[in-house]
């Protein structure tokens, strides 16, 4: 099979993502119907210059992104495969233009008829900076409830913040621990707000979740990527990785492949997907490890918050291997889904992370449950539709509300569990 040119083979390509301008790029929708298409797909970015805005899915429409230069490869590749896809936008940047805009102008909409402080306003995606002001207002308010702490530094320097939340005061490990990380790939900004939404909900609100917070704690990294989370706000918003450089030309590892457990090189530097040069060689993944080890004894849950795809997804994925305690995470995910469903959300599908996404090592979940956390999941978020790799300002809200009735169930069933 012709294979189309790595991305680091690619030069024009990577100028125009270096840039942070995708007037090179192209974006299509596919939509593989048999378990071999899904399979070519899924094997494809570690060949191509493919960037995939949605988990590939049977029977279900993904955004695809590629670089306009390898049109006739793409095309070849597609019908190749017999893949239905189309072409729906020839220039990718006046659709991201287009989503800066109206997202900057619902903004200054919103501070114009609110009298309320714009960080307790789930109307507009916040920067770094308005998240980890926020994480302090609530640190000097709430002294009882919560701490935060910068846990870790990134290689450019800012800060990793957690938060803590617990109606004792402080986390003595005695009672079963919620452990979430949201943002570990920068332009997951809808990941990011639903975590921020959910603080400020049990923070500000606390006396109405006492299934959740009465009989369990909360250790949170809001941002697990804040040099690649900032990159995203200030130049090119569909950074995925971190800001480390890795070789003269190219920066960044995914840190969802950067973890010890199954570790193992994905691709070359360029990519996406590019698992380091070694596992857990970046300092926010060793930033978290060292966090999860210093409360592990008592994790019950663990979350990961991404976007998009709608699922819920269980280890383990770094190959086509259940977990021994299958029945029970499907049974706890399935939980969460219907709740979900009956506040009005959306259908997710809830499984094994490899048999209905796709297999990942070196990924946080499965590192999670490989230090004996029984119940790691993967959440994909519901996505934007085609204006935009991220939501519409304007939908955020429902998205995080939507989000926020997931978190309650697994928090409720935190508190059942036991701890040594």
Same mark, same amino acid.
């Given at each position: 099979?012709?294979?189309?040119?790595?991305?680091c083979c690619?030069?024009?390509a990577?100028a125009?993502?270096?840039?942070g301008?995708?007037? &090179?790029?192209?974006?299509?929708?596919?939509r593989?119907?048999?378990?071999?298409?899904?399979?070519?797909?899924?094997r494809?970015?570690?060949q191509?210059?493919v960037?995939?805005?949605?988990?590939?899915? #049977?029977n279900r429409?993904?955004?695809?992104?590629?670089?306009?230069?390898?049109?006739?490869?793409?095309? +070849?590749? #597609?019908e190749r495969?017999?893949?239905?896809?189309?072409?729906?936008?020839e220039d /990718?940047q006046?659709?991201?233009?287009?989503?800066k805009?109206? +997202?900057?102008e619902? #903004?200054?909409?919103?501070?114009?008829d609110?009298?309320?402080?714009?960080?307790i306003?789930?109307?507009?995606?916040?920067?770094?900076?308005?998240?980890?002001?926020?994480?302090?207002?609530?640190?000097?308010?709430y002294?009882?409830?919560?701490?935060?702490?910068e846990?870790?530094?990134?290689h450019?320097?800012?800060p990793i913040?957690?938060?803590t939340?617990?109606t004792? @005061?402080?986390?003595?490990?005695?009672?079963?621990i /919620?452990?979430?990380? @949201?943002?570990i790939h920068?332009?997951?900004?809808?990941g990011?707000?639903?975590v921020?939404?959910?603080?400020?909900?049990?923070?500000?609100?606390?006396?109405q979740?006492?299934a959740q917070?009465t009989?369990?704690d909360?250790?949170?990294i809001p941002?697990? +990527?804040p040099?690649?989370?900032s990159?995203?706000?200030r130049?090119?918003?569909?950074?995925r990785?971190?800001?480390?450089?890795v070789s003269?030309l190219?920066y960044? /590892?995914?840190?969802?492949r950067?973890f010890?457990y199954q570790?193992?090189?994905t691709s070359?530097?360029?990519t996406? +997907?590019?698992? &380091?040069?070694?596992a857990?060689s970046e300092?926010e993944?060793?930033?978290m490890v060292?966090l999860?080890?210093q409360?592990k004894?008592a994790?019950?849950?663990?979350?990961a918050?991404?976007?998009?795809?709608?699922?819920i997804?269980?280890?383990w994925g770094y190959?086509?291997?259940?977990?021994d305690?299958a029945a029970?995470?499907?049974r706890?995910?399935e939980q969460?889904r219907?709740? #979900?469903v009956?506040?009005g959300g959306?259908?997710?599908?809830v499984?094994?992370s490899?048999?209905?996404?796709y297999?990942?090592?070196?990924?946080?979940d499965d590192?999670?449950?490989?230090?004996g956390?029984p119940f790691a999941?993967?959440?994909?978020?519901? @996505?934007?539709?085609?204006e935009g790799?991220d939501l519409?300002a304007s939908?955020?809200?429902?998205?995080t509300?939507?989000?926020f009735?997931?978190f309650? /169930?697994?928090g409720?069933h935190? &508190?059942?569990?036991?701890?040594p």
């Amino acid at each position: 099979m012709k294979s189309l040119a790595v991305v680091c083979c690619c030069l024009v390509a990577l100028a125009f993502a270096k840039a942070g301008s995708y007037h &090179g790029f192209e974006l299509y929708t596919v939509r593989p119907e048999t378990q071999e298409q899904l399979t070519e797909l899924l094997r494809w970015p570690v060949q191509a210059d493919v960037d995939f805005w949605d988990a590939p899915k #049977l029977n279900r429409e993904s955004r695809m992104m590629t670089a306009r230069t390898d049109r006739k490869a793409v095309v +070849n590749f #597609l019908e190749r495969h017999d893949i239905d896809y189309e072409l729906v936008v020839e220039d /990718v940047q006046e659709l991201l233009t287009k989503e800066k805009r109206r +997202n900057a102008e619902h #903004l200054r909409r919103v501070r114009r008829d609110s009298n309320s402080r714009a960080t307790i306003d789930f109307d507009h995606f916040w920067p770094l900076e308005e998240i980890y002001d926020y994480l302090d207002e609530l640190a000097a308010a709430y002294t009882g409830l919560v701490r935060v702490s910068e846990v870790g530094t990134t290689h450019e320097g800012r800060p990793i913040k957690a938060i803590t939340i617990s109606t004792n @005061g402080v986390i003595d490990q005695s009672r079963p621990i /919620v452990f979430i990380d @949201g943002g570990i790939h920068a332009r997951e900004w809808a990941g990011v707000m639903s975590v921020m939404y959910m603080i400020h909900e049990f923070v500000e609100h606390s006396d109405q979740y006492a299934a959740q917070l009465t009989n369990a704690d909360y250790v949170i990294i809001p941002v697990l +990527n804040p040099d690649g989370y900032s990159y995203t706000h200030r130049e090119n918003r569909l950074w995925r990785k971190n800001r480390s450089q890795v070789s003269i030309l190219c920066y960044g /590892v995914d840190l969802n492949r950067n973890f010890a457990y199954q570790w193992e090189w994905t691709s070359s530097e360029c990519t996406n +997907n590019y698992a &380091g040069k070694a596992a857990e060689s970046e300092k926010e993944t060793q930033t978290m490890v060292a966090l999860m080890d210093q409360y592990k004894s008592a994790i019950r849950v663990y979350l990961a918050v991404h976007t998009y795809g709608e699922l819920i997804l269980w280890p383990w994925g770094y190959d086509f291997i259940h977990s021994d305690n299958a029945a029970d995470l499907q049974r706890l995910g399935e939980q969460a889904r219907d709740a #979900l469903v009956a506040a009005g959300g959306p259908t997710y599908e809830v499984g094994n992370s490899a048999d209905i996404l796709y297999t990942a090592s070196g990924a946080t979940d499965d590192y999670a449950h490989s230090l004996g956390v029984p119940f790691a999941y993967t959440l994909e978020l519901t @996505g934007g539709g085609l204006e935009g790799f991220d939501l519409p300002a304007s939908e955020l809200p429902k998205v995080t509300a939507d989000t926020f009735e997931l978190f309650k /169930v697994f928090g409720q069933h935190a &508190g059942t569990l036991t701890v040594p």
